[in-house]
Nanobody, 119 residues
Framework: QVQLVESGGGLVQTGGSLRLSCAAS????????MGWFRQAPGKERELVAA????????YYADSVKGRFTASRDNAKNTVYLQMNSLKPEDTAVYYC????????????WGQGTQVTVSS
């Protein structure tokens, strides 16, 4: 399995931006689809964005569509989540995960990074 480490979280005001990074090691990164999940206190973990192994296909939850952009650099074994126009409801711990396909099978997870959006 691939090992994943997220970075880039922090505190930002409403309307601000953050870019999360997820560095992979120990596996063939370019063979995995990658997903970004988030979990807010008292809520279930949800998939907010995913990107195919080549980067040619992406998925976004309706709640982030048009504001978040997933991208990847297979040469750097890194996937990114650019988050713009942040809202207080985006506050959560964000996790990256690896899977054989974009929709199912996420079996490698990072430790998470906290994103807090103040109103």
């Amino acid at each position: 399995q691939v090992q994943l480490v997220e970075s880039g979280g922090g505190l930002v005001q409403t309307g601000g931006s953050l870019r999360l990074s997820c560095a992979a090691s120990g596996g063939t990164f370019s063979s995995y689809a990658m997903g970004w999940f988030r979990q807010a206190p008292g809520k279930e973990r949800e998939l907010v964005a995913a990107i195919s192994w080549s980067g040619s296909s992406t998925y976004y939850a309706d709640s982030v569509k048009g504001r978040f952009t997933a991208s990847r650099d297979n040469a750097k074994n890194t996937v990114y989540l650019q988050m713009n126009s942040l809202k207080p409801e985006d506050t959560a711990v964000y996790y990256c995960a690896a899977a054989p396909s974009m929709q199912v099978g996420y079996n490698s997870w990072g430790q998470g990074t906290q994103v807090t959006v103040s109103s």
